[in-house]
Protein backbone atom coordinates (compact mmCIF):
# COMPACT_ATOMS: atom_id res chain seq x y z
CA UNK A 1 0.00 0.00 0.00
CA UNK A 2 1.28 3.48 -0.61
CA UNK A 3 0.98 6.50 1.67
CA UNK A 4 3.74 7.97 4.20
CA UNK A 5 6.23 6.39 5.71
CA UNK A 6 5.74 7.89 9.07
CA UNK A 7 2.30 10.51 9.99
CA UNK A 8 2.98 12.34 12.90
CA UNK A 9 -0.91 13.23 14.81
CA UNK A 10 0.24 17.29 16.59
CA UNK A 11 2.66 20.10 15.96
CA UNK A 12 3.12 20.64 19.61
CA UNK A 13 6.84 20.65 21.60
CA UNK A 14 6.55 16.60 20.35
CA UNK A 15 5.73 17.10 17.35
CA UNK A 16 7.81 19.25 15.88
CA UNK A 17 10.61 17.80 16.99
CA UNK A 18 9.90 14.38 15.93
CA UNK A 19 9.13 16.11 12.24
CA UNK A 20 12.20 17.81 11.98
CA UNK A 21 14.21 14.89 13.45
CA UNK A 22 12.80 12.75 10.80
CA UNK A 23 11.46 14.44 7.92
CA UNK A 24 14.90 13.57 5.90
CA UNK A 25 14.26 9.63 6.40
CA UNK A 26 11.40 8.90 4.45
CA UNK A 27 7.70 10.60 3.91
CA UNK A 28 6.64 12.28 6.24
CA UNK A 29 3.50 14.06 7.05
CA UNK A 30 2.85 16.08 10.15
CA UNK A 31 -0.82 16.75 10.80
CA UNK A 32 -2.15 19.52 12.64
CA UNK A 33 -6.29 20.33 13.57
CA UNK A 34 -5.20 23.81 14.15
CA UNK A 35 -4.45 27.12 11.71
CA UNK A 36 -1.22 28.95 11.09
CA UNK A 37 -0.50 31.78 13.57
CA UNK A 38 1.63 34.12 11.80
CA UNK A 39 2.56 37.32 14.14
CA UNK A 40 -0.08 40.06 14.36
CA UNK A 41 -2.94 37.61 13.75
CA UNK A 42 -3.27 36.59 17.65
CA UNK A 43 -5.84 38.49 19.55
CA UNK A 44 -5.28 41.84 20.85
CA UNK A 45 -7.80 42.80 23.43
CA UNK A 46 -10.23 40.40 26.09
CA UNK A 47 -12.92 40.29 23.29
CA UNK A 48 -10.39 38.97 20.83
CA UNK A 49 -9.60 36.25 23.17
CA UNK A 50 -13.01 35.50 24.13
CA UNK A 51 -13.76 34.95 20.12
CA UNK A 52 -10.62 32.84 19.77
CA UNK A 53 -12.17 30.33 21.87
CA UNK A 54 -12.22 26.73 20.53
CA UNK A 55 -15.94 25.37 19.87
CA UNK A 56 -18.14 23.59 17.26
CA UNK A 57 -19.22 27.29 16.25
CA UNK A 58 -15.45 27.98 15.73
CA UNK A 59 -13.35 24.90 14.88
CA UNK A 60 -10.06 26.37 14.26
CA UNK A 61 -10.13 28.90 17.54
CA UNK A 62 -6.60 29.11 19.43
CA UNK A 63 -7.76 27.98 22.96
CA UNK A 64 -10.05 25.26 25.02
CA UNK A 65 -10.56 24.97 28.69
CA UNK A 66 -11.81 21.38 29.86
CA UNK A 67 -13.52 20.97 33.33
CA UNK A 68 -13.57 18.24 35.01
CA UNK A 69 -14.20 17.67 38.42
CA UNK A 70 -11.76 20.16 41.06
CA UNK A 71 -9.68 20.84 37.88
CA UNK A 72 -9.77 23.30 34.33
CA UNK A 73 -6.98 22.86 31.65
CA UNK A 74 -6.37 24.87 29.01
CA UNK A 75 -5.28 23.51 25.70
CA UNK A 76 -4.49 25.26 22.27
CA UNK A 77 -4.52 24.26 19.05
CA UNK A 78 -2.90 25.55 16.10
CA UNK A 79 0.98 25.40 14.40
CA UNK A 80 3.20 25.20 17.01
CA UNK A 81 0.45 23.96 19.90
CA UNK A 82 0.61 25.30 23.19
CA UNK A 83 4.13 27.08 22.28
CA UNK A 84 2.14 29.78 20.40
CA UNK A 85 0.68 31.18 23.75
CA UNK A 86 3.03 30.32 26.42
CA UNK A 87 5.38 32.36 28.63
CA UNK A 88 8.31 30.48 26.86
CA UNK A 89 9.87 29.14 30.16
CA UNK A 90 12.58 26.55 30.00
CA UNK A 91 13.81 24.38 33.11
CA UNK A 92 16.17 22.08 33.35
CA UNK A 93 14.44 18.88 35.63
CA UNK A 94 15.63 18.00 38.94
CA UNK A 95 17.18 14.81 38.24
CA UNK A 96 15.98 13.15 41.05
CA UNK A 97 12.37 13.07 39.24
CA UNK A 98 13.79 10.38 36.67
CA UNK A 99 14.70 7.98 39.88
CA UNK A 100 10.91 5.90 39.34
CA UNK A 101 10.30 6.59 35.86
CA UNK A 102 11.60 3.58 32.90
CA UNK A 103 13.83 6.36 31.26
CA UNK A 104 17.00 7.42 33.32
CA UNK A 105 18.28 11.35 33.76
CA UNK A 106 21.46 10.11 32.49
CA UNK A 107 20.10 8.80 29.49
CA UNK A 108 17.71 11.95 28.54
CA UNK A 109 20.32 14.61 29.85
CA UNK A 110 21.89 14.58 26.11
CA UNK A 111 18.51 15.36 24.68
CA UNK A 112 17.55 17.73 27.08
CA UNK A 113 20.91 19.60 25.36
CA UNK A 114 20.09 19.23 21.99
CA UNK A 115 16.48 20.49 22.09
CA UNK A 116 17.86 23.91 24.24
CA UNK A 117 19.82 24.45 21.54
CA UNK A 118 17.01 24.43 19.26
CA UNK A 119 14.81 26.71 21.32
CA UNK A 120 17.45 28.48 22.40
CA UNK A 121 15.88 30.09 25.66
CA UNK A 122 17.69 33.19 27.11
CA UNK A 123 17.15 35.02 30.34
CA UNK A 124 14.97 38.85 30.36
CA UNK A 125 17.85 41.31 30.31
CA UNK A 126 15.31 43.26 32.61
CA UNK A 127 14.73 40.50 35.44
CA UNK A 128 16.71 42.33 37.64
CA UNK A 129 14.85 45.81 37.08
CA UNK A 130 11.12 43.99 38.02
CA UNK A 131 11.62 43.73 41.85
CA UNK A 132 11.30 40.29 42.32
CA UNK A 133 14.64 39.20 42.82
CA UNK A 134 15.33 41.04 45.28
CA UNK A 135 11.69 39.92 47.17
CA UNK A 136 12.24 36.21 46.84
CA UNK A 137 15.59 36.64 48.17
CA UNK A 138 14.67 38.14 51.21
CA UNK A 139 11.91 35.28 51.41
CA UNK A 140 13.57 32.52 50.73
CA UNK A 141 17.17 33.73 50.73
CA UNK A 142 19.37 31.01 48.52
CA UNK A 143 16.84 29.39 46.67
CA UNK A 144 16.09 31.88 43.50
CA UNK A 145 16.13 30.16 40.39
CA UNK A 146 16.51 32.55 37.71
CA UNK A 147 14.31 31.41 34.36
CA UNK A 148 15.19 31.64 30.99
CA UNK A 149 12.48 31.95 28.18
CA UNK A 150 12.59 31.55 24.11
CA UNK A 151 12.16 35.48 23.52
CA UNK A 152 14.91 36.75 21.10
CA UNK A 153 14.78 39.41 24.10
CA UNK A 154 15.97 42.21 21.46
CA UNK A 155 12.93 41.83 19.45
CA UNK A 156 11.08 42.13 22.95
CA UNK A 157 9.06 45.12 23.49
CA UNK A 158 7.98 43.57 27.25
CA UNK A 159 4.06 44.44 26.57
CA UNK A 160 3.44 41.56 28.71
CA UNK A 161 1.27 39.96 26.00
CA UNK A 162 3.10 36.41 25.32
CA UNK A 163 -0.42 34.81 26.38
CA UNK A 164 -2.33 35.35 23.96
CA UNK A 165 0.47 35.50 21.65
CA UNK A 166 3.29 37.30 20.43
CA UNK A 167 2.60 39.77 17.69
CA UNK A 168 5.84 40.94 17.53
CA UNK A 169 7.55 38.09 16.00
CA UNK A 170 9.97 37.80 19.55
CA UNK A 171 8.82 34.94 20.81
CA UNK A 172 10.57 31.75 19.51
CA UNK A 173 7.84 29.30 19.23
CA UNK A 174 8.19 26.30 17.26
CA UNK A 175 6.88 27.92 14.64
CA UNK A 176 10.34 29.69 14.48
CA UNK A 177 12.43 27.01 15.48
CA UNK A 178 11.89 23.41 14.67
CA UNK A 179 8.89 23.21 12.45
CA UNK A 180 10.96 25.79 9.88
CA UNK A 181 13.47 22.78 10.38
CA UNK A 182 11.08 20.36 9.79
CA UNK A 183 9.72 22.22 6.47
CA UNK A 184 13.10 22.69 5.10
CA UNK A 185 13.84 18.99 5.83
CA UNK A 186 10.85 17.58 3.32
CA UNK A 187 8.19 17.20 5.67
CA UNK A 188 4.89 17.17 4.23
CA UNK A 189 2.19 19.51 6.59
CA UNK A 190 -1.70 19.49 6.43
CA UNK A 191 -2.82 22.58 8.63
CA UNK A 192 -6.47 22.58 9.48
CA UNK A 193 -6.74 18.85 9.10
CA UNK A 194 -7.99 16.33 12.20
CA UNK A 195 -7.41 13.29 12.81
CA UNK A 196 -10.61 11.05 13.68
CA UNK A 197 -9.55 7.82 14.33
CA UNK A 198 -6.58 5.58 13.42
CA UNK A 199 -7.15 1.22 13.08
CA UNK A 200 -4.58 -1.16 12.43
CA UNK A 201 -4.17 -2.48 8.72
CA UNK A 202 -4.16 -6.57 8.44
CA UNK A 203 -0.60 -6.27 6.02
CA UNK A 204 0.95 -3.69 8.57
CA UNK A 205 0.94 0.29 9.15
CA UNK A 206 -2.23 2.07 9.83
CA UNK A 207 -5.02 3.88 8.32
CA UNK A 208 -5.78 7.80 10.03
CA UNK A 209 -9.07 8.98 9.25
CA UNK A 210 -8.68 12.62 8.62
CA UNK A 211 -10.97 15.31 8.44
CA UNK A 212 -10.71 18.87 7.36
CA UNK A 213 -11.07 20.48 10.72
CA UNK A 214 -13.96 23.24 9.64
CA UNK A 215 -15.94 20.50 8.16
CA UNK A 216 -16.19 18.11 4.86
CA UNK A 217 -15.47 14.53 3.78
CA UNK A 218 -13.54 12.31 5.85
CA UNK A 219 -10.43 10.68 3.90
CA UNK A 220 -8.30 7.88 4.76
CA UNK A 221 -4.02 7.92 4.82
CA UNK A 222 -1.88 5.21 5.05
CA UNK A 223 1.36 5.30 7.12
CA UNK A 224 3.76 2.75 7.80
CA UNK A 225 4.59 4.18 11.35
CA UNK A 226 2.31 6.77 13.32
CA UNK A 227 3.56 9.04 16.47
CA UNK A 228 0.20 10.47 18.69
CA UNK A 229 1.92 13.75 19.50
CA UNK A 230 -1.67 15.23 19.80
CA UNK A 231 -1.42 16.58 23.56
CA UNK A 232 -2.13 15.37 26.83
CA UNK A 233 -5.83 15.84 26.31
CA UNK A 234 -6.00 15.52 22.37
CA UNK A 235 -4.33 12.17 22.55
CA UNK A 236 -6.05 10.88 25.09
CA UNK A 237 -9.18 11.39 22.84
CA UNK A 238 -8.03 9.88 19.78
CA UNK A 239 -7.21 6.68 21.68
CA UNK A 240 -10.74 6.79 23.45
CA UNK A 241 -12.39 7.81 19.96
CA UNK A 242 -10.29 4.76 18.28
CA UNK A 243 -10.43 2.36 21.60
CA UNK A 244 -12.68 -0.46 19.24
CA UNK A 245 -9.61 -0.88 16.98
CA UNK A 246 -6.88 0.16 18.93
CA UNK A 247 -7.66 -1.05 22.96
CA UNK A 248 -5.08 -0.27 25.40
CA UNK A 249 -4.13 -1.47 28.92
CA UNK A 250 -5.89 -0.91 32.10
CA UNK A 251 -3.32 2.42 33.04
CA UNK A 252 -4.71 4.51 30.10
CA UNK A 253 -6.25 7.69 31.63
CA UNK A 254 -5.03 7.17 35.23
CA UNK A 255 -1.77 8.97 37.13
CA UNK A 256 -3.08 11.87 35.48
CA UNK A 257 -1.31 15.50 36.98
CA UNK A 258 -1.64 18.89 36.65
CA UNK A 259 2.25 19.13 37.40
CA UNK A 260 1.52 21.36 40.69
CA UNK A 261 -0.62 24.16 38.95
CA UNK A 262 -1.75 26.98 40.80
CA UNK A 263 -1.72 30.74 40.36
CA UNK A 264 -2.37 33.08 44.30
CA UNK A 265 -1.77 36.52 45.31
CA UNK A 266 0.32 38.55 47.43
CA UNK A 267 -1.75 41.64 46.80
CA UNK A 268 -0.94 44.91 47.68
CA UNK A 269 2.74 44.35 49.62
CA UNK A 270 5.07 47.01 50.54
CA UNK A 271 7.77 45.90 48.12
CA UNK A 272 7.26 47.29 44.76
CA UNK A 273 6.60 44.34 41.99
CA UNK A 274 6.76 46.00 38.65
CA UNK A 275 2.86 44.25 37.94
CA UNK A 276 2.31 46.29 35.81
CA UNK A 277 4.65 46.04 32.80
CA UNK A 278 6.97 43.98 31.38
CA UNK A 279 7.42 40.70 29.68
CA UNK A 280 5.63 37.73 32.32
CA UNK A 281 7.32 35.53 34.87
CA UNK A 282 11.72 36.07 34.89
CA UNK A 283 12.27 34.24 38.29
CA UNK A 284 11.40 31.66 40.90
CA UNK A 285 11.91 29.70 43.96
CA UNK A 286 12.75 25.99 44.12
CA UNK A 287 11.20 25.05 47.80
CA UNK A 288 12.29 21.76 49.16
CA UNK A 289 9.39 19.29 50.50
CA UNK A 290 8.87 16.32 52.01
CA UNK A 291 6.00 13.85 51.03
CA UNK A 292 4.58 11.88 53.91
CA UNK A 293 6.42 8.63 52.40
CA UNK A 294 9.44 11.12 53.35
CA UNK A 295 10.64 11.35 49.51
CA UNK A 296 11.46 14.59 48.61
CA UNK A 297 9.34 16.75 46.01
CA UNK A 298 10.35 20.23 44.72
CA UNK A 299 7.97 23.11 44.52
CA UNK A 300 8.88 25.59 42.10
CA UNK A 301 7.06 29.05 42.96
CA UNK A 302 7.15 31.54 40.10
CA UNK A 303 7.23 35.23 40.19
CA UNK A 304 5.06 36.60 37.49
CA UNK A 305 3.09 39.71 36.17
CA UNK A 306 -0.77 39.34 35.32
CA UNK A 307 -0.65 39.11 31.29
CA UNK A 308 -1.02 42.99 30.07
CA UNK A 309 -4.19 41.98 28.77
CA UNK A 310 -5.77 40.78 32.11
CA UNK A 311 -4.61 43.95 33.75
CA UNK A 312 -7.37 46.17 34.14
CA UNK A 313 -9.93 43.28 35.31
CA UNK A 314 -7.38 41.58 37.09
CA UNK A 315 -6.65 44.88 39.74
CA UNK A 316 -10.57 45.54 39.27
CA UNK A 317 -10.88 41.79 40.79
CA UNK A 318 -8.55 41.61 43.14
CA UNK A 319 -9.10 45.41 44.86
CA UNK A 320 -12.80 44.14 45.47
CA UNK A 321 -11.46 40.39 46.71
CA UNK A 322 -8.88 41.85 48.88
CA UNK A 323 -9.97 41.71 53.08
CA UNK A 324 -13.15 40.11 51.63
CA UNK A 325 -11.93 36.46 51.24
CA UNK A 326 -11.75 33.35 53.91
CA UNK A 327 -8.27 33.09 55.13
CA UNK A 328 -7.46 36.95 53.26
CA UNK A 329 -4.86 38.88 55.71
CA UNK A 330 -3.42 41.83 56.34
CA UNK A 331 0.33 40.51 57.33
CA UNK A 332 1.96 43.61 60.00
CA UNK A 333 5.52 41.66 60.22
CA UNK A 334 7.99 44.05 59.18
CA UNK A 335 5.54 46.36 56.98
CA UNK A 336 4.88 49.86 58.44
CA UNK A 337 2.57 51.16 56.13
CA UNK A 338 -0.43 52.77 57.49
CA UNK A 339 -3.84 51.75 55.78
CA UNK A 340 -4.48 54.75 54.09
CA UNK A 341 -1.02 53.81 52.03
CA UNK A 342 -2.31 50.70 50.93
CA UNK A 343 -6.08 51.76 50.23
CA UNK A 344 -4.68 54.87 47.84
CA UNK A 345 -2.81 52.23 45.98
CA UNK A 346 -6.06 50.12 45.20
CA UNK A 347 -7.67 53.69 44.43
CA UNK A 348 -4.74 54.50 42.05
CA UNK A 349 -5.39 51.46 40.07
CA UNK A 350 -9.21 51.80 39.67
CA UNK A 351 -8.34 55.09 38.08
CA UNK A 352 -5.51 52.96 35.61
CA UNK A 353 -3.35 49.76 36.92
CA UNK A 354 0.33 52.37 36.70
CA UNK A 355 3.60 51.45 38.69
CA UNK A 356 2.08 53.11 41.80
CA UNK A 357 -1.00 51.69 41.84
CA UNK A 358 -1.88 48.06 44.38
CA UNK A 359 -1.66 45.50 41.34
CA UNK A 360 2.65 47.09 41.39
CA UNK A 361 2.66 46.35 44.57
CA UNK A 362 1.31 42.48 44.29
CA UNK A 363 3.15 39.45 44.07
CA UNK A 364 1.68 36.69 41.12
CA UNK A 365 2.47 33.63 42.45
CA UNK A 366 2.60 30.50 39.87
CA UNK A 367 3.21 27.27 40.77
CA UNK A 368 4.93 24.32 38.97
CA UNK A 369 5.13 21.56 41.56
CA UNK A 370 5.49 17.62 41.93
CA UNK A 371 2.12 16.88 42.56
CA UNK A 372 1.00 13.11 43.59
CA UNK A 373 -0.42 12.51 40.26
CA UNK A 374 -3.78 11.07 40.67
CA UNK A 375 -5.90 12.57 38.34
CA UNK A 376 -7.96 10.82 35.80
CA UNK A 377 -9.30 11.21 32.56
CA UNK A 378 -13.03 11.77 32.05
CA UNK A 379 -14.84 12.04 28.65
CA UNK A 380 -17.97 14.06 28.13
CA UNK A 381 -21.00 13.51 25.62
CA UNK A 382 -18.37 14.51 23.02
CA UNK A 383 -15.58 12.64 23.32
CA UNK A 384 -13.73 15.93 25.45
CA UNK A 385 -10.99 14.68 28.15
CA UNK A 386 -10.57 16.32 31.20
CA UNK A 387 -9.14 15.69 34.54
CA UNK A 388 -11.18 14.46 37.77
CA UNK A 389 -9.23 15.25 40.49
CA UNK A 390 -11.89 16.31 42.96
CA UNK A 391 -9.46 17.30 45.58
CA UNK A 392 -6.36 18.54 43.65
CA UNK A 393 -6.25 21.84 46.08
CA UNK A 394 -6.10 19.50 48.88
CA UNK A 395 -2.85 18.05 47.56
CA UNK A 396 -0.02 18.39 50.24
CA UNK A 397 2.37 19.98 48.29
CA UNK A 398 -0.44 22.39 47.42
CA UNK A 399 -1.32 22.77 51.00
CA UNK A 400 2.43 23.28 52.11
CA UNK A 401 2.43 26.07 48.95
CA UNK A 402 -0.46 28.09 50.57
CA UNK A 403 1.15 28.13 53.81
CA UNK A 404 4.44 29.58 52.37
CA UNK A 405 2.51 32.03 51.33
CA UNK A 406 0.63 32.81 54.57
CA UNK A 407 4.53 32.93 56.20
CA UNK A 408 5.67 35.54 53.29
CA UNK A 409 2.45 37.55 54.14
CA UNK A 410 3.48 37.60 57.52
CA UNK A 411 6.78 38.95 56.63
CA UNK A 412 5.84 41.63 53.83
CA UNK A 413 2.81 42.47 54.68
CA UNK A 414 0.07 41.89 51.77
CA UNK A 415 -3.03 39.98 51.46
CA UNK A 416 -3.17 36.53 50.53
CA UNK A 417 -5.58 35.84 47.54
CA UNK A 418 -5.76 32.25 47.60
CA UNK A 419 -5.67 29.33 44.96
CA UNK A 420 -9.28 29.66 43.70
CA UNK A 421 -9.32 26.29 43.24
CA UNK A 422 -9.31 26.09 46.91
CA UNK A 423 -12.40 28.09 46.92
CA UNK A 424 -15.48 26.56 48.16
CA UNK A 425 -17.08 25.01 44.86
CA UNK A 426 -14.03 26.12 42.67
CA UNK A 427 -11.63 24.19 40.32
CA UNK A 428 -7.88 24.82 39.74
CA UNK A 429 -7.03 26.06 36.74
CA UNK A 430 -3.94 24.11 34.71
CA UNK A 431 -2.28 24.79 31.50
CA UNK A 432 0.25 21.90 31.66
CA UNK A 433 -1.89 18.65 31.98
CA UNK A 434 0.47 15.69 31.92
CA UNK A 435 -0.10 12.00 32.38
CA UNK A 436 -2.37 9.02 30.77
CA UNK A 437 -0.69 7.35 28.61
CA UNK A 438 2.48 6.98 31.07
CA UNK A 439 5.24 5.40 30.47
CA UNK A 440 5.79 1.93 31.95
CA UNK A 441 8.83 -0.54 32.08
CA UNK A 442 5.31 -3.21 32.10
CA UNK A 443 1.90 -3.01 31.02
CA UNK A 444 1.10 -3.23 34.27
CA UNK A 445 2.73 0.34 34.94
CA UNK A 446 2.22 1.97 31.63
CA UNK A 447 0.30 3.01 28.55
CA UNK A 448 3.49 3.17 26.22
CA UNK A 449 6.73 1.15 27.17
CA UNK A 450 9.68 2.68 27.37
CA UNK A 451 10.46 2.68 23.94
CA UNK A 452 7.01 5.21 23.68
CA UNK A 453 5.57 2.21 22.16
CA UNK A 454 1.48 1.61 22.60
CA UNK A 455 1.34 -1.80 24.73
CA UNK A 456 -1.73 -3.79 23.82
CA UNK A 457 -3.98 -5.52 26.20
CA UNK A 458 -2.28 -8.99 25.63
CA UNK A 459 1.23 -7.25 26.76
CA UNK A 460 2.83 -7.06 23.57
CA UNK A 461 3.01 -3.82 22.29
CA UNK A 462 1.49 -2.82 18.79
CA UNK A 463 4.17 -2.21 15.73
CA UNK A 464 4.23 0.82 14.44
CA UNK A 465 2.64 2.92 16.77
CA UNK A 466 4.23 5.16 19.46
CA UNK A 467 2.86 8.29 21.81
CA UNK A 468 5.32 10.96 22.27
CA UNK A 469 4.18 13.55 23.90
CA UNK A 470 3.38 15.21 27.45
CA UNK A 471 0.75 12.23 28.21
CA UNK A 472 3.70 9.46 28.34
CA UNK A 473 5.10 11.48 31.70
CA UNK A 474 4.50 9.04 34.72
CA UNK A 475 5.03 11.74 37.49
CA UNK A 476 4.63 15.42 37.81
CA UNK A 477 8.11 17.42 36.81
CA UNK A 478 7.99 20.36 39.52
CA UNK A 479 9.27 22.75 36.55
CA UNK A 480 7.36 23.89 33.68
CA UNK A 481 7.49 20.81 31.03
CA UNK A 482 7.88 22.23 27.18
CA UNK A 483 12.15 21.33 27.44
CA UNK A 484 11.17 17.46 28.61
CA UNK A 485 8.35 16.91 26.24
CA UNK A 486 11.21 18.16 23.32
CA UNK A 487 13.71 15.98 25.48
CA UNK A 488 11.50 12.81 25.00
CA UNK A 489 10.76 13.44 21.08
CA UNK A 490 14.57 13.94 20.24
CA UNK A 491 14.84 10.68 22.48
CA UNK A 492 12.19 9.15 20.52
CA UNK A 493 13.41 10.15 17.04
CA UNK A 494 16.36 8.52 17.60
CA UNK A 495 14.68 5.46 18.04
CA UNK A 496 12.02 5.73 15.31
CA UNK A 497 14.97 6.35 12.50
CA UNK A 498 16.24 2.94 13.08
CA UNK A 499 12.72 1.44 12.98
CA UNK A 500 12.15 3.43 9.82
CA UNK A 501 15.44 2.02 8.53
CA UNK A 502 15.14 -1.14 9.37
CA UNK A 503 11.57 -2.78 10.25
CA UNK A 504 12.45 -5.68 11.96
CA UNK A 505 13.86 -3.61 14.94
CA UNK A 506 10.45 -2.01 15.37
C1 LIG B 1 -1.07 29.42 28.59
C2 LIG B 1 0.01 28.38 28.68
C3 LIG B 1 1.24 28.74 29.21
C4 LIG B 1 2.25 27.78 29.33
N1 LIG B 1 3.50 28.18 29.73
C5 LIG B 1 4.52 27.28 29.68
C6 LIG B 1 5.86 27.71 29.88
O1 LIG B 1 6.14 28.90 30.02
N2 LIG B 1 6.84 26.76 29.87
C7 LIG B 1 6.56 25.43 29.68
O2 LIG B 1 7.50 24.62 29.72
N3 LIG B 1 5.32 25.01 29.45
C8 LIG B 1 4.30 25.91 29.41
N4 LIG B 1 3.03 25.49 29.09
C9 LIG B 1 2.81 24.04 28.86
C10 LIG B 1 3.43 23.55 27.54
O3 LIG B 1 3.21 24.48 26.51
C11 LIG B 1 2.87 22.17 27.22
O4 LIG B 1 3.22 21.30 28.28
C12 LIG B 1 3.42 21.62 25.91
O5 LIG B 1 3.03 22.46 24.85
C13 LIG B 1 2.96 20.20 25.65
O6 LIG B 1 3.47 19.80 24.40
P1 LIG B 1 2.77 18.66 23.55
O7 LIG B 1 3.62 18.42 22.35
O8 LIG B 1 2.50 17.51 24.44
O9 LIG B 1 1.32 19.20 23.12
P2 LIG B 1 0.76 20.57 22.56
O10 LIG B 1 1.77 21.65 22.59
O11 LIG B 1 -0.53 20.79 23.27
O12 LIG B 1 0.45 20.25 21.03
C14 LIG B 1 -0.51 19.32 20.62
C15 LIG B 1 -1.01 19.70 19.23
O13 LIG B 1 -1.77 18.60 18.71
C16 LIG B 1 -2.89 19.11 18.00
N5 LIG B 1 -3.94 18.08 17.96
C17 LIG B 1 -4.67 17.61 19.02
N6 LIG B 1 -5.52 16.66 18.60
C18 LIG B 1 -5.34 16.54 17.27
C19 LIG B 1 -5.94 15.71 16.28
N7 LIG B 1 -6.89 14.79 16.58
N8 LIG B 1 -5.55 15.84 14.98
C20 LIG B 1 -4.57 16.76 14.65
N9 LIG B 1 -3.96 17.56 15.56
C21 LIG B 1 -4.34 17.44 16.85
C22 LIG B 1 -3.29 20.33 18.82
O14 LIG B 1 -4.05 21.24 18.02
C23 LIG B 1 -1.93 20.91 19.22
O15 LIG B 1 -1.46 21.86 18.29
C24 LIG B 1 2.01 26.43 28.95
C25 LIG B 1 0.78 26.07 28.40
C26 LIG B 1 -0.22 27.03 28.26
C27 LIG B 1 -1.53 26.62 27.66
S1 LIG C 1 6.60 40.50 25.98
FE1 LIG C 1 5.49 41.14 24.12
S2 LIG C 1 7.08 41.34 22.51
FE2 LIG C 1 7.99 40.20 24.23
S3 LIG C 1 7.72 38.04 23.63
FE3 LIG C 1 5.97 38.59 24.95
S4 LIG C 1 4.37 39.26 23.51
FE4 LIG C 1 6.31 39.24 22.39
Known amino acids: MSGFDLAIVGSGYAGSVLAARLADQGRVVLIERGRRWPPGSFPTGLAGVVRARLSPRNPLGLWAMRLGAGTGNALVSGYGGASLVNYGITARPDPRVFATWPV???????????????????????????????????????????????????RCTQCGRCVPGCNEGAKRSLDFTYLPLAERAGAEVLTETEVV??????????????????????????????????????????????????????????HMSMNGDGLAFLYNTAAPLAGEHGAPITTSVRLPFVDADGEPRTLTVMSGRVPALARGPAAAVLALLAGALPGGRQGPGGNTEGWWQRAGRRLRDAAGVGSAGALAHSFMYKLDAEDSARGTVCF?????????????????????????????????GGTVVRNVGSWPGMRSFGVHPLGGCRLGATPQEGVVDPRCRLYRPDGEVYRGLRVVDASIFPTALGVPPSLTVAALAERAAVDLAGALRNPSAD
Open 197 to 254: QLRPQPEGGWTLTLRPTVGGPAQPLYARQVVLAAGTLGTLELLHRSAAAVPTTAVLGQ
Open 380 to 412: DAQGRAAIDWPDYADDPILRFAAERLEHWARVV
Open 104 to 154: SAAELAPHLDRAWAVLAPEPNPLAAAFGDQAFLDRLEPGRRVDLANTIDWA
